[in-house]
Nanobody, 124 residues
Framework: QVQLVESEGGLVQAGGSLRLSCAASGRTFRRNVMGWFRQAPGKERDFVAAIDSSGVVTYYADSVKGRFTISRDNARNTVYLQMNSLKPEDTAVYYC?????????????????WGQGTQVTVSS
């Protein structure tokens, strides 16, 4: 069993930056693919970024490529999402997720564990 706890999100102005973190419990973190997803009001939960267990291979949604960076610290059982050049359309609840696999996925149904979500609001 893996429990995921995201850091607090926040309110930031357009063009600003914010870093989210997600702390994982359990002894399998080093073997888990980790991902970030987001859900805006009235919309589906969408893929944002994923990282493989080693931290070498990363994937990004086209909408965040070049602005967001996913990383992980296996010694601290933590995954991060650095968000730069934020836009109002980035406003959403952000979720951390873990997958019991070495293979990253962009599909939310392939993730096994989820955090509670954290609100990120970008004002124009």
């Amino acid at each position: 069993q893996v429990q995921l706890v995201e850091s607090e999100g926040g309110l930031v102005q357009a063009g600003g930056s914010l870093r989210l973190s997600c702390a994982a419990s359990g002894r399998t973190f080093r073997r888990n693919v980790m991902g970030w997803f987001r859900q805006a009001p009235g919309k589906e939960r969408d893929f944002v970024a994923a990282i493989d267990s080693s931290g070498v291979v990363t994937y990004y949604a086209d909408s965040v490529k070049g602005r967001f960076t996913i990383s992980r610290d296996n010694a601290r059982n933590t995954v991060y999402l650095q968000m730069n050049s934020l836009k109002p359309e980035d406003t959403a609840v952000y979720y951390c997720a873990a997958r019991n696999s070495f293979v990253p996925s962009l599909n939310r149904v392939e993730y096994d564990y989820w955090g509670q979500g954290t609100q990120v609001t970008v004002s124009s």
